[in-house]
């Protein structure tokens, strides 16, 4: 059993494999949490302290009893209003503009399997065995229920939370807050890691100290954006890569999202997760009710790397669906950054048969395919082939290509419409505008009202079209600017983070549709790159582009801050031309493809340009990870270097999960003349076991490997009679087998 219930000390107990996740039915009726963290199987709330803390209110049936505040109490789900003055979980606005409410405990059920939520993405389980705990909470003044699911999955040491808010009453009330879910925790130093950024630079490693105050991270932008990642770890103040105590908290949901962590006056800290607060006025008639997103949790005693492991396998097996889940994906190429919109039939037709005489096994048509598309300022929402720029239609291109033996794809922006096109002509009301002011633009777009499903419907269709006549294999799906002027020309309702996240499930709608149609199609989720990397765009699309930034160096940093959370099988990652164009940097063609092979590598170039040198190069790269795809996207993964601290080199392996063979990556960073030793140390190699180095046939001792490390490989120079240190930006893969 998974759940576990004492009706003697009424404590409610979530059993992993390795982790004990408990709350309790605590002093008039209030629902605490007592505990999360390894196995326990007694009360954890002797742990709570119960004293007059003087400004911290108490409830009017404590009556004289002033140590009950729920100020001061670890709780479950805390609400604003009941005299709680730290961060909240739901707060209600009633008819009067009064905001109040007090949950109580009401019951629990448990049922077997694990919960799904229509219309949002959820962890899903198909071997595993599961359980779901519902907990129902009552206000103590009205009717609004708040239901609360934990999904428990042992084997993958993870519980899945989520809330939903009924109206039971008569009233019209007003959600100003329903959040996924709550931490509290009694005591402990703690610092909140999260992955901040900007558009080019996502996700750099953030870890802050969290003291008595609250820290605030998240997105206003309507999408999880490039800004914030809304995946977070809490971290005991002596937590590091392979020790240490933290808790993982990845929130399903595409949409403007908000963490809030905060430590009280008296030792405590809390983390609030799930749809940003800020301006979300939810309105629930009588008898509707508000679904919260799903909020993903794991604790590992053991660092960073532990609790990355859960998240990689939760992700890759029960969060990303469909037949690419546990494929190698093509190798492929993109045009971009080869040609951007500047192109026609035969210049794709050019790179497509270089690509395929040096083995790339898919060809991907981006932006400028459709309608007036040859900038950025027109097109865009009309899904119609141009013919007459790629001098053929897209089936006769798409049969083309592949009979150069190669797969095809194409780009589409389903979300988003240019004023000059037929689409905004026709259906003006379709954009959001706000009636009688300018609307914001952005990359000269406006945004398509997807909280209407004919608009889904109808974009859906004309893209459908497409695909049917091409037999697309693949779809990536870009969305390049963050939501304003919410408005919806069907409603009278405008509750801004109504709409918003009504967009959001129509986004998932579409989504959804797309792979109910082709089921086979390979999907690769982007918004301006990395601008909605999350788990709940995951379960849709296995892939996602990882940034704009396709600059080895950078994409080192920005890969690194995205391994925390989410498996490198995910991550978009492709070889590009140098100078980089982004940021103008010269990097070894070698280097970009080791770089490229920590995601689902591919090519953004046209390789008739590269030298012949590097022709022969490429094929090699190819074939170097289709051998090691398995244990590039299976293997245990290991940070062996802080990228964000050591400025000297960059290393990081994959490691068979039964130990027998291991990917050592290196990328020099930096380097002087007859520079100091450098050692890499390895990790997650059998203790005891012998390695040996593939290419050179040297022996390892597992223990020295993970206790010294490697050392930093030399380079025998063209033109030289000597080995010399390795150069800026020089990169080794060293493959080790266990003898």
């Known amino acids: 059993m998974s759940v576990i219930y004492n009706p003697t000390d009424q ?53 004289l009893d002033r140590t009950i505040s729920p100020d001061t109490m670890p709780m479950e789900y805390p609400c604003d209003g009941s005299g709680d003055y730290r961060a909240t979980a739901v707060s209600i606005k009633r008819p009067n503009g009064v905001v109040k409410c007090d949950f109580r405990y009401d019951g629990h059920s448990v049922v077997p399997g694990k919960y799904s939520l229509p219309g949002l993405p959820a962890v899903y389980v198909e071997n595993e065995e599961a359980e779901t705990l519902v907990v129902t909470l009552k206000d103590k003044y009205s009717d609004i229920e708040v239901i609360l699911q934990y999904g428990i999955i042992p084997e993958l040491d993870v519980i ?65 954006s490039h800004h914030e990642n809304p995946f977070v770890i809490l971290a005991e103040r002596d937590t590091a890569e392979m020790h240490g105590a933290c808790i993982g908290m990845s929130l399903l949901y595409s949409g403007a999202f908000s963490c809030n962590a905060g430590g009280d006056a008296f030792g405590g800290v809390r983390a609030v997760m799930g749809i940003q607060p800020e301006h979300f006025d939810y309105p629930l008639a009588p008898g509707e009710s508000f679904q ?69 096994e898919m060809m991907v048509l981006d ?118 002027d919410m408005y919806t020309a069907v409603s009278d309702c405008q509750s801004r983070g109504k709409l918003q996240y009504e967009y959001v499930l129509g986004v998932y709608r579409f989504m959804e549709k797309l792979l109910e149609r082709y089921p086979d199609l390979l999907f690769e989720g982007c918004s301006g790159g990395g601008g909605r990397f999350d788990a709940g765009m995951l379960y849709y699309s296995p892939q996602i582009w990882c940034s704009d930034n396709t600059d080895a160096i950078d994409r080192i940093r920005i890969q690194y801050g995205t391994s925390f959370g989410y498996p490198i099988r995910t991550m978009g990652a492709h070889v590009s031309a140098v100078p980089n164009y982004d940021t103008w940097r010269k990097t070894p063609l070698h280097t ?45 993964y290991y940070r062996l270097t802080d990228v964000m601290k050591n400025h000297q080199e960059a290393a990081w392996m994959m490691v068979a999960e039964d130990g027998s ?16 030793n450098r050692y890499i140390r390895c990790a997650g190699l059998t203790p005891g076991a012998t390695y040996i180095n593939e290419a050179t046939g040297d022996i390892y001792s597992a223990n020295a490997l993970m206790t010294i490390g490697i050392p930093m490989p030399r380079v025998m120079r063209p033109g030289t009679f000597w ?17």
């Open 11 to 63: 404590t409610i107990t979530l059993n992993t494999k390795n982790t004990s996740y408990q709350m309790k039915v605590g002093p008039l009726g209030y629902l605490v949490h007592t505990y999360y963290g390894p196995h326990i199987d007694t009360d954890a709330s002797y742990c709570m302290v119960f004293r007059d803390r003087g400004f911290s209110p108490n409830p009017y049936d404590a009556k």
């Open 292 to 360: 919260a997103p799903e909020l993903a949790l794991a604790y590992s005693a053991d660092g960073f790397t532990k609790l990355s492991h859960i998240f990689h396998k939760l992700i890759a097996n029960n969060i990303c669906r469909g037949p690419w889940k546990n494929k190698r994906r093509p190798v492929l190429i993109n045009n971009w950054e080869a040609t951007q919109m500047n192109f026609d039939g035969e210049k794709i037709l050019s790179i497509a048969r270089k690509a395929a005489d040096l083995g790339v």
């Open 592 to 636: 970009r493809a080791v770089v490229a092979m920590e995601g689902t590598f591919g090519y953004e170039l046209d390789l008739n340009l590269i030298s012949d040198e590097e022709k022969k190069e490429v094929p090699e790269q190819i074939e170097t990870f289709k051998k090691y795809w398995n244990l590039l996207h299976n293997g245990l």
């Open 661 to 676: 063979e291991a990917l050592v990556n290196i990328v020099k960073l930096n380097t002087t003349g007859n520079c100091p």
């Open 160 to 224: 899945t939370r989520t809330a939903k808010i009924q109206n039971n009453t008569e009233e019209n009330i007003i959600l100003n807050n329903a959040a996924s879910g709550c931490i509290d925790m009694m005591s402990g130093e703690w610092d909140l890691v999260h992955f901040y950024g900007r558009h080019a630079g996502e996700r750099a490693f953030g870890r802050t100290e969290i003291g008595q105050r609250e820290i605030l991270v998240g997105s206003r932008r309507g999408t999880s």
């Open 723 to 739: 080995w010399s240190n390795a150069g800026e930006y020089d990169a080794f893969q060293i493959h080790l087998c266990r003898v």
């Open 367 to 484: 932006d400028g395919w459709f309608g007036a598309r040859n900038d950025d300022y027109a097109g865009l929402g009309d899904w119609v082939v141009n013919t007459e720029k790629l001098g053929c239609t897209m089936g006769e291109l798409a049969d083309q290509i592949r009979a150069m033996g190669m797969k095809f794809g194409i780009w589409i922006e389903p979300e988003m419409v240019n004023e000059d096109s037929d689409l905004f002509r026709e259906h003006p009301e379709w954009a959001m505008r706000v009636p009688g002011t300018d609307p914001v633009i952005a990359r000269n777009q406006l945004v398509l009202d997807y909280s209407r499903k004919d608009v889904v419907d109808y974009v859906f269709d004309q893209i459908a079209k497409v695909l049917d006549e091409c037999k697309a294999d693949y779809v990536k799906m870009d969305m390049n600017r963050p939501l304003s």
